[in-house]
C-alpha cells in the first residue's frame, strides 16, 4: 500500500538532547513538509523540500534542522536550541500543486 | 502571500442538526482549496478538495464544500451530523507557492 510513514509515535526527550523524527513516503512525491502542532494554533510549517538535496526554511525553523538525501525520506531532527518542541508533529507529502498527504504524527514531550 | 482564516474554533450542534464550518483564505491568484479532517492523535485525512470545474464538491460520508470566489470563502456543510463526525477540520489553501497553509483548525462537537 502507498502511503506515508511516521516514526515514532511517541517520543520523550530529555533537557539538552537532539531527537530525530523519521518521516517516510512511497508515493512517488516530489515535495515534502514538516508541520507542528499545538493546541488551538492549526499546523505551522517547520522545512519543505520540493526536489531532492534541496530545502527550504518554513515560519518556524528556528531550533529544527532537516535533510533530503533521498526522494522517500525526510528526517527532521529536533535540536537542543529549540526551547519548546513538546508538540505533535505531522509530515506530508505531495505531487507540485497537488493533495498533501500525510503521515500519523509523532507526539513528542519533553521530560 | 496565501492565508486562510477558519472563523469558529470550536462548533457545538446536536446529532442530527445541520452543520456549517466556515473558512475564508486570501490570494493574490487562482487556488486549490481543501477540507480535512483529524482524529485525536492522527494525521489529517483529506475530505474533499475543489481543483477546478464545479464550485460544490462532496465528500463520501455527506460532507459539500462550495467553493465562492466573489466572497473567497470554501465553507462547509453537513445536513445531518452524526456523533461520529466529532473531530478537528482544517481548511487548507494551495496557491502560486505549491506550499499548502492551512487554518488554525474548528473542532465539531457533537452531542447526542
Known amino acids: 500500500d502507498g502511503g506515508i510513514t511516521q516514526s515514532p509515535k511517541y517520543l520523550f526527550r530529555k533537557e539538552g538532547q537532539n531527537v530525530t523524527l523519521s518521516c517516510e513516503q512511497n508515493l512517488n512525491h516530489d515535495a515534502m513538509y514538516w508541520y507542528r502542532q499545538d493546541p488551538g494554533q492549526g499546523l505551522r510549517l517547520i522545512y519543505y523540500s520540493q526536489i531532492v538535496n534541496d530545502f527550504q526554511k518554513g515560519d518556524i525553523a528556528e531550533g529544527y534542522s532537516v535533510s533530503r538525501e533521498k526522494k522517500e525520506s525526510f528526517p527532521l531532527t529536533v535540536t537542543s536550541a529549540q526551547k519548546n518542541p513538546t508538540a505533535f508533529y505531522l509530515c506530508a507529502s505531495s505531487m507540485k500543486s497537488g493533495v498533501a498527504f500525510f503521515g500519523q504524527g509523532t507526539r513528542l514531550t519533553v521530560v | 502571500a496565501q492565508s486562510v482564516t477558519q472563523l469558529d474554533s470550536q462548533v457545538p450542534v446536536f446529532e442530527e442538526a445541520p452543520v456549517e464550518l466556515r473558512c475564508n483564505y486570501s490570494s493574490s491568484v487562482s487556488v486549490y482549496l481543501f477540507w480535512y479532517v483529524q482524529y485525536p492523535n492522527q494525521g489529517l485525512q483529506l475530505l474533499l478538495k475543489?481543483?477546478?470545474?464545479?464550485?460544490l464538491v462532496e465528500s463520501i460520508n455527506g460532507f459539500e464544500a462550495e467553493f465562492n470566489k466573489s466572497q473567497t470563502s470554501f465553507h462547509l456543510r453537513k445536513p445531518s451530523v452524526h456523533i461520529s463526525d466529532t473531530a478537528e477540520y482544517f481548511c487548507?489553501?494551495?496557491?502560486?507557492?505549491?506550499?499548502?497553509?492551512f487554518g488554525r483548525g474548528t473542532s465539531l462537537i457533537v452531542h447526542p
Open positions: 487548507a489553501v494551495l496557491s502560486g507557492s505549491y506550499i499548502p497553509t
Open positions: 475543489y481543483l477546478s470545474g464545479s464550485t
